[in-house]
Every structure is written in structure tokens, then in C-alpha cells.
């Protein structure tokens, strides 16, 4: 596999795990909103979240 290949592959498994990164922390959001925590008045979990989805 030449070097471009490698990056793509990289790439495509760092969007992969991104995703499931992103989708286990909305399970848990989703689980802190039904205890009724504000998690969003937190800055780190903000930073978190933007950090996850690196949009």
C-alpha cells in the first residue's frame, strides 16, 4: 500500500471511531438528561463534545 493509502485508510478509521466515540457520548447524555443533569452547563463537557465530533 503506497503512503496515499495509508493516510485515506487512517483517515477513514479516525471517521469510524469518531462517529462511534460520538454516538456512545449521546447515549450518555441522553442517560445524564433522564437524571436530570444539566451536563451542557459544563465547559469541559462542551469542549468534550465539539473535541468528539470535530466538525
Do not use: P, W
Not at 28 to 53: G, M
Amino acid at each position: 500500500m503506497n503512503q496515499k493509502g495509508m493516510n485515506r485508510h487512517q483517515f477513514l478509521l479516525n471517521n469510524v471511531f469518531g462517529m462511534i466515540k460520538s454516538l456512545l457520548y449521546i447515549c450518555v447524555l441522553s442517560t445524564k438528561e433522564r437524571e436530570k443533569e444539566d451536563i451542557f452547563t459544563n465547559k469541559t463537557a462542551k469542549f468534550d463534545i465539539l473535541k468528539l465530533l470535530k466538525i
